[in-house]
């Protein structure tokens, strides 16, 4: 196993992580910050007030986006799998 073929399958392991966190996260931040200019712009000042459209919209996200993430996960982990005889040598 070359010291190449390990950074190769660990760039795509980040890229993969990277991908999957990335689409859910990055709507969650959106909403947040929609949620702190409104709570700026009204001066209400609610911690709770931001977690429930966070927790909303990450939910949503889970369930549209999740049959993509399951395919991404799965080919990554079977184009994985397939290549450990090659990786081994």
Not at 75 to 80: D, I, S
């Amino acid at each position: 196993m070359t010291p190449e073929s390990v950074m190769t399958v660990a760039q795509q392991a980040l890229q993969v992580t990277l991908m999957m966190t990335g689409v859910i996260l990055l709507p969650a931040l959106g909403v947040g910050l929609l949620v702190s200019m409104f709570q700026a712009a009204t001066q209400i000042n609610e911690q709770t007030l931001s977690f429930i459209p966070k927790l909303g919209i990450t939910f949503l996200t889970l369930v549209l986006g999740g049959p993509w993430l399951l395919s991404m996960w799965m080919t990554f982990t079977k184009r994985l799998l397939s290549e450990i005889p090659m990786i081994i040598g």
